[in-house]
């Protein structure tokens, strides 16, 4: 079954860390390319972070530069975001996105998404 | 930062019915665009991507058109599967924007 299932959201206080991880099943994960895309409580999508599917190129909004990494565990088939100094701003669910690649390297959109992991950041 | 503006926020129709969406860039995005659907507690799914091609799976009476700022969504023929909430993102330069979504709502 092809399927993308995030984990490790939750509850945590402003300034602390948490990292987010994306288990890919079902296609070659180290064939495409990888996105978090967040939707804050009743607002719209934005783009958070991208990764190439060999890991040497990645894009981060600037909302998060300098505090967000993007990685990935081709072995594992696990895409990961290490979040910190985490700000109320950036309490939403956190999607993980594939790309679908074909656009003469990666795409930027997206055509299969995980459910979700909702982080919250208050204290 | 490329600025994507949909319109209108909010559109009402009824079952059978057809309508249009609206989304503009702040610069040219050429082709580069995608359309999303959302509904409640779901993820977004994609619809059109390269602004006009539709996404294998998705039902014909969804398309999509328009190049450089101007584009749109289409769809004719409303189901009740189709009411939900749209949005637009242009891929051509990062960071890669949505705009703010159009909620289709039944009249």
Known sequence: QVQLVEAGGGVVQPGRSLRLLCAASGFSFRSYGMHWVRQAPGKGLEWVAGLSYDGRIENHADSVKGRFAISRDNVKNTLYLQMNSLRPEDTAVYYCARDPGGCGGDCFYFDLWGQGTLLTVSS | ?107
């Open chain 2, 1 to 107: 930062d490329i600025q994507m503006t949909q319109s209108p926020s909010t559109l009402s129709a009824s079952v059978g019915d057809s309508v249009t969406i609206a989304c503009r860039a702040s610069q040219t995005v050429y082709n580069w665009l995608a359309w999303y659907q959302q509904k409640p507690g779901r993820p977004p799914k994609l619809l059109i991507y390269k602004a006009s091609e539709l996404q294998t799976g998705v039902p014909p009476r969804f398309s999509g058109s328009g190049s450089g700022t101007e584009f749109t969504l289409t769809v004719t023929s409303l189901q009740p599967d189709d009411f939900a909430t749209y949005y637009c993102q242009q891929v051509h330069r990062s960071p890669f924007t949505f705009g703010q979504g159009t909620n289709l709502e039944i009249k």
